[in-house]
């Protein structure tokens, strides 16, 4: 009877490592034992680069909104004019800011005057989004009155208008130009209300980061916005920021009851959740098409371990008349498997994080080699293609490469385990 040795024991690993490194001649490794390996690198890769740029897109996006959003607008429900028409406009607007203040968790507040405008320089047009807000309140905000990239000076944003890079562009105006701004609700007179046409001088120029913001956005004096679209005394809304904008959901009730009775609130998840949504189902089918690509790539392993025991079918014969148990056999070949998948896997941490950590020159090869124009801020609303390398992203990666690698290796290994000596020496 032979004598049962301890789980992975030395000589097993040796066996193993003579196989594995053994000429093609000799009958070693196959090439498609190579072919695995290369297959389950490239998966792995694939997988954590996804996941990389997946978690940098979301950071990047929900940043881009939180830097240059309100986290929460509080606005009051549309009451009737004796006229007959609809007022939605704050009256108490400082005192209902000052009691939101208070709320514990809450770090901004800021009354707003909003409105639609055309803006006009150089024979140029373009439609824009006006936002009525104190000098105090701009410098808060964190991706315009803090951009990184900026022109002019916010010190005088008094004296003038702060206005969105895209827009600029789009207007060919910079620093210390004007711009013409034509609004519908203008001037009231007995004939009916005529269009009003105001020329400011743009004092600062930022960069949010976001596409449709500094595209399409002003930033007005909070004084001039009341005058300029006849809000004089009231303010359309305040907005908001707190200290934990992911738990945003929290402090509803609590700024309604601060608010008053007719107010109502807008979060920004209420204003970006079905493109959130959209992104969690989108990652969901990416990382399980991905995981169909990484399993594809570990069945190849099955293809080269078949393939090497066939070529070991005289060694299996020989080793087990020497002794050598139906457990042993299973682990060396195990280990022969299993070690293609961890070399493979290893192999494709090492290319995904590189990737996700030089994504920059990496992307800028791509668009040069494409001739520019493979990210079109427009459609997808930020400046480039970022990536967030996380310990998780990368662990469940290498989870999942490795469980799939070694559950497949099983199978070949169980079959050179339980072949009969005798019928593998028969025509030796």
Same mark, same amino acid.
């Given at each position: 009877?032979?004598?049962?040795?301890?789980?992975?024991?030395?000589?097993?690993?040796?066996?193993?490592?003579?196989?594995?490194?053994?000429?093609?001649?000799?009958?070693?490794?196959?090439?498609?034992?190579?072919?695995?390996?290369?297959?389950?690198?490239?998966?792995?890769?694939?997988?954590?680069?996804?996941?990389?740029?997946?978690?940098?897109?979301?950071?990047?996006?929900?940043?881009?909104?939180?830097?240059?959003?309100?986290?929460?607008?509080?606005?009051?429900?549309?009451?009737?004019?004796?006229?007959?028409?609809?007022?939605?406009?704050?009256?108490? &607007?400082? =005192?209902?800011?000052?009691?939101?203040?208070?709320?514990?968790?809450?770090?901004?507040?800021?009354?707003?005057?909003?409105?639609?405008?055309?803006?006009?320089?150089?024979?140029?047009?373009?439609?824009?989004?006006?936002?009525?807000?104190?000098?105090?309140?701009?410098?808060?905000?964190?991706?315009?009155?803090?951009?990184?990239?900026?022109?002019?000076?916010?010190?005088?944003?008094?004296?003038?208008?702060?206005? =969105?890079?895209?827009?600029?562009?789009?207007?060919?105006?910079?620093?210390?130009?004007?711009?013409?701004?034509?609004?519908?609700?203008?001037?009231?007179?007995?004939?009916?209300?005529?269009?009003?046409? +105001?020329?400011?001088?743009?004092?600062?120029?930022?960069?949010?980061?976001?596409?449709?913001?500094?595209?399409?956005?002003? &930033?007005?004096?909070? !004084?001039?916005?009341?005058?300029?679209? +006849?809000?004089?005394?009231?303010?359309?809304?305040?907005?908001?920021?707190?200290?934990?904008?992911?738990?945003?959901? =929290?402090?509803?009730?609590?700024?309604?009851?601060?608010?008053?009775?007719?107010?109502?609130?807008?979060?920004?998840?209420?204003?970006?959740?079905?493109?959130?949504? !959209?992104?969690?189902?989108?990652?969901?089918?990416?990382?399980?098409?991905?995981?169909?690509?990484?399993?594809?790539?570990?069945?190849?392993?099955?293809?080269?371990?078949?393939?090497?025991?066939? +070529?070991?079918?005289? #060694?299996?014969?020989?080793?087990?008349?020497? =002794?050598?148990?139906?457990?042993?056999?299973?682990?060396?070949?195990?280990?022969?498997?299993?070690?293609?998948?961890?070399?493979?896997?290893?192999?494709?941490?090492?290319?995904?994080?590189?990737?996700?950590? &030089?994504?920059?020159?990496?992307?800028?090869?791509?668009?040069?080699?494409?001739?520019?124009?493979?990210? #079109?801020?427009?459609?997808?609303?930020?400046?480039?293609?970022?990536?967030?390398?996380?310990? !998780?992203?990368?662990?469940?990666?290498?989870?999942?490469?490795?469980?799939?690698?070694?559950?497949?290796?099983?199978?070949?290994?169980?079959?050179?385990?339980?072949?009969?000596?005798?019928?593998?020496?028969?025509?030796?």
């Amino acid at each position: 009877m032979a004598a049962r040795t301890a789980p992975f024991a030395a000589f097993e690993w040796m066996i193993a490592w003579r196989y594995l490194r053994a000429r093609r001649a000799e009958g070693g490794v196959s090439v498609m034992t190579w072919i695995s390996l290369v297959g389950i690198t490239l998966a792995v890769f694939a997988l954590i680069a996804t996941l990389a740029v997946r978690a940098g897109f979301r950071a990047e996006f929900v940043d881009t909104i939180l830097g240059a959003n309100a986290h929460v607008t509080v606005y009051s429900a549309a009451r009737q004019t004796p006229a007959g028409g609809l007022d939605r406009t704050m009256a108490d &607007y400082a =005192g209902t800011a000052a009691r939101i203040a208070e709320i514990p968790g809450v770090t901004r507040t800021a009354p707003l005057i909003r409105g639609q405008v055309m803006a006009n320089a150089t024979g140029r047009n373009a439609g824009a989004e006006v936002y009525g807000i104190t000098l105090d309140d701009l410098r808060t905000i964190p991706r315009v009155g803090r951009a990184e990239t900026f022109e002019g000076d916010i010190a005088r944003f008094d004296q003038g208008i702060a206005i =969105g890079s895209g827009l600029a562009r789009e207007l060919g105006v910079v620093a210390g130009d004007r711009i013409r701004l034509i609004s519908p609700e203008g001037v009231r007179t007995a004939f009916g209300t005529s269009p009003r046409v +105001n020329a400011y001088e743009v004092v600062y120029i930022f960069t949010a980061g976001r596409y449709d913001i500094d595209r399409t956005r002003i &930033y007005m004096p909070f !004084a001039e916005a009341q005058s300029y679209f +006849n809000r004089e005394g009231v303010a359309d809304e305040i907005e908001v920021m707190v200290e934990n904008p992911e738990a945003v959901d =929290g402090y509803a009730l609590r700024l309604m009851q601060a608010a008053g009775d007719h107010a109502l609130v807008w979060t920004w998840r209420d204003s970006a959740g079905s493109f959130l949504r !959209a992104l969690d189902v989108e990652d969901n089918v990416m990382f399980v098409i991905l995981s169909i690509l990484v399993l594809i790539a570990a069945m190849n392993i099955v293809s080269g371990l078949i393939m090497l025991v066939k +070529n070991k079918g005289r #060694d299996i014969g020989i080793l087990r008349t020497m =002794g050598l148990t139906e457990g042993s056999v299973l682990r060396v070949f195990f280990i022969c498997g299993a070690a293609t998948g961890l070399a493979g896997t290893a192999a494709g941490v090492v290319l995904g994080c590189l990737f996700a950590i &030089y994504i920059d020159p990496v992307f800028s090869f791509v668009n040069w080699v494409a001739g520019g124009g493979v990210w #079109d801020p427009s459609i997808r609303g930020i400046y480039n293609l970022p990536a967030q390398l996380r310990l !998780a992203d990368v662990m469940q990666a290498v989870g999942l490469s490795l469980g799939l690698s070694f559950i497949v290796t099983i199978f070949p290994a169980r079959r050179a385990a339980r072949m009969n000596p005798v019928e593998a020496l028969r025509y030796e």
